[in-house]
């Protein structure tokens, strides 16, 4: 009979939980978001705690870092492309209508009006676009700073909720995807972080070595591609490198390559994580890739957080379960 009843108070659970679903649909990435953001902060929360600051400022102090965390990220590389829109134009201005290269024998020419064209009413769209959710986007930063603050206040009520329905029998199952959680939202947000700092410190006196113009902004678009796996800064290196040989500048093409590869594409990478690997996700690379390809594609923005996740919830149930055959082996 009790078993009865916990079947249906599951299966009540589960319907209001895809009811829940369908109604809250446009905001369950904020809230996915904020859960995740949660969970990366609650060891600063604890620090917090510990230092004698009462619960409710610790849970205020801590989420008012991820908001404004949050809000410079997003806000620094747009306000940096405001600034220089000026110079951007006029390097837009300055590049030749056309370009012919020679490729395995045959010479190929690619029309620079007709993409500078398409690139200006695409940042045309897409301005018009953010404009328009700006509303929008400020109630769900709304909704994101209450829930954190919500979910790191109440934590020990909330752990208590999700535990409750697991049998005491995979109370180890649940610990192991907690730590997996935790240790995979750490290598999302704190070490990518870390890294796209250091990264962009040490870009700025290379590419101002280097002279290249907008040296600031060369180095916050390293720093945030440190946020795309396998490629990263690397990638900014290269498409520098390339300009360089348009111009028939061989030296400096080969000077960015090599300098800003190893200092800019290596560097960071070797020196931080390196230091903060005890503390990430065991997680090989290519399927890291995969979750943030797959999650990027299928879900948008929050799939670069869900993807990886979900890989590695994956990843660890197969370890459980592979360890619950060998051991009954």
């Known amino acids: 009979m009790s078993t009865s009843r ?21 905001v369950l990435s904020t809230v996915f978001f904020a859960i995740t953001v949660a969970y990366v902060l609650v060891p600063l929360h604890e620090r917090f705690v510990r230092r004698g600051v009462p619960s409710w400022w610790a849970s205020a102090a801590a989420t008012a870092v991820a908001f404004v965390s949050v809000l410079l990220f997003f806000l620094s590389f747009g306000f940096l492309l405001y600034r220089r829109r000026g110079e951007l134009v006029r390097f837009l201005l300055d590049l030749p209508e056309s370009v012919t290269f020679e490729l395995l024998g045959a010479a190929y020419t690619v029309d620079a009006g007709v993409v500078i064209e398409v690139t200006r009413e695409y940042l045309g769209v897409v301005a018009l676009g953010l404009a328009r959710l700006a509303p929008v986007l400020a109630l769900k930063g709304t909704l994101f700073a209450l829930l954190v603050f919500a979910l790191l206040v109440n934590r020990g009520q909330a752990r208590r909720a999700l535990l409750a329905p697991v049998p005491p029998a995979y109370r180890d199952v649940a610990a192991a995807f907690h730590e997996r959680t935790r240790d995979t939202l750490y290598a999302i947000y704190v070490l990518q972080a870390a890294t796209a700092v250091a990264t962009f410190l040490v870009a700025l ?125």
């Open 6 to 26: 916990e079947w249906v108070l599951a299966s009540v659970l589960a319907l209001l939980g895809l009811l829940a679903a369908a109604v809250l649909f446009d």
């Open 205 to 329: 006196p290379v590419f101002y070595a280097l002279d290249y113009q907008f040296v600031f902004t060369l180095a916050l678009v390293a720093g945030f591609l440190q946020f795309l796996p396998i490629v990263g800064p690397s990638f900014l290196v290269a498409l520098l490198a390339a300009y360089r040989l348009t111009a028939n500048e061989v030296v400096a093409a080969v000077l960015v390559f090599v300098v800003g590869g190893v200092v800019v594409g290596w560097l960071p990478d070797a020196v931080i994580r390196t230091r903060l690997a005890r503390e990430t996700a065991d997680l090989p690379g290519s399927l890291y890739f995969i979750g943030f390809t797959g999650g990027l594609l299928s879900l948008g923005p929050i799939g670069f957080i869900a993807g990886p996740l979900v890989v590695a919830l994956l990843a660890e149930a197969s370890e459980l379960l592979a360890a619950e055959v060998n051991g009954h082996g």
